[in-house]
């Protein structure tokens, strides 16, 4: 369900990392290599950007295939940017609210993505849902699983829990409501990525050229590619980066023994 990739680095286009690579995210809206549940992510993709000196990040979101966006292939060619992140999408439910199930979903300076999906959506989560307010859920961005994830990690960032624990306490909430969930979120800032590996694949890969790129699968065959183990939270900058248990963020509510997929 969706692949997606951030990416932190020198200045450089979006084509550089979304379209160029044998393997990049634009080949696996129809071809991913590691993606284990759907084959073709052709319900849409988006790509949210920084601009240097301005924290907000611009966005482009498409409800249909990225190979088919011929907008999409010169704003890719000539917009450059330190930090990007992009997905393109396997709905869970076809068709549901189109582009604006797409992420990236965006608040203040933030970027977000969910690669995955909760089983029994809604009904599991009533309980979770519950305890949002409701003008919150009146502005969801969409009626989908994704923006509904979303929406508890945003909530977390703006009671001032970090990056890191938002994601780890929201991947917990949500596994215990609905077990069997896959719970793959990406999230930037522009200067810092934070990721959780939960139910799907996560890798990264850093250069001395001080890029880091947090991907749900490798663009390329180089051998510095790393997966992150599953049940694991991620925190990278463009020098540093660090791959911990979720449990010590947050208590999990299933042994961390064997994946629940």
């Known amino acids: 369900m969706c692949r997606h990739l951030a990416v932190l680095g020198p200045d450089s286009p979006i084509r550089a990392t979304v379209v160029e690579p044998p393997y990049a995210l634009f080949r696996q809206s129809w071809a991913p290599r590691r993606q284990r549940y759907g084959t073709v992510n052709a319900d849409g993709f988006g790509v949210g950007w920084y601009a240097p000196g301005d924290p907000v990040p611009a966005r482009y979101r498409r409800a249909g295939p990225i190979w088919a966006d011929q907008s999409f292939a010169d704003l890719a060619r000539v917009v450059r940017t330190p930090a990007l992140l992009a997905a393109v999408r396997d709905a869970t439910e076809a068709g549901a609210d189109g582009e604006a199930a797409t992420a990236p979903f965006t608040a203040g300076p933030w970027l977000f993505s969910h690669n995955g999906a909760l089983l029994g959506w809604p009904d599991s989560v009533a309980a979770l849902a519950g305890r949002v307010p409701p003008g919150e859920l009146l502005r969801l961005a969409a009626r989908c699983d994704s923006a509904f994830v979303w929406t508890l990690v945003e909530l977390r960032l703006r009671d001032g829990e970090s990056p890191s624990r938002a994601l780890a306490g929201t991947v917990a909430e949500l596994a215990g409501a609905a077990p069997g969930s896959r719970l793959n979120l990406l ?17 990264y890969l850093t250069g001395p050229e001080g890029r880091t790129v947090v991907a749900s699968e490798p663009y390329d065959d180089d051998p510095r590619w790393t997966e992150a183990p599953d049940r694991t939270l991620l925190t990278a900058t463009r020098t540093e980066l660090a791959v911990t248990p979720l449990s010590a963020y947050a208590p999990l509510p299933v042994p961390l023994k064997e994946p629940v997929l």
């Open 187 to 203: 999230l930037t800032d522009g200067a810092t990525i934070t990721a959780t590996a939960w139910g799907d694949t996560l890798w």
